[in-house]
């Protein structure tokens, strides 16, 4: 019987480590043994310098899922695989299989974000920033309200002594 595991492997190599684990399930012919290699992903809406643009964008980076049946011979083959640092798991040599409802979940919420993607939003109400371009470059603030439909955000900048509000691009801002 076929079942779910995560597997931890090189954070920003996933799709390379998933493209070798193919090449060697194909050429030891384990195919039937070895079904699925998922990496879940979400598409988020961005925007920068006015541009709204749809990316892919990991829901677990650093983590491969594979759908198998774990033998001695599939546990060698992920385990000796370039990129994959193991099976998450309590113990190495026994791998704890995903429960059912996980990774149905994971599956539909994939599905459900493919169809409606949610904006990207890194700030939040209260998060102090620092203003890296523009006009108010250098200068700190707070966070007031966040637009993510149109990629801003309000801060209330301290000048003179006075609190002013300024719109801003996310990209013209950094957490502090």
Known sequence: MST?????VQPEKEEKVRDLLLDRIRNRGLSDIVRTLLIPTETVVEVRRGVKRTVQQKTFPGYLFVEMDLTEESWYLITETAGV????????REPQPLPPEEIDRILRLMEERKEKPKPKVAFAPGQRVRIKEGPFQNFEGQVDEVYPDKGLIKVTVHIFGRSTPVELEYHQVERT
């Open 85 to 92: 640092s193991g099976f998450v798991s309590a113990n190495p």
């Open 4 to 8: 779910w595991y995560a597997l931890k």
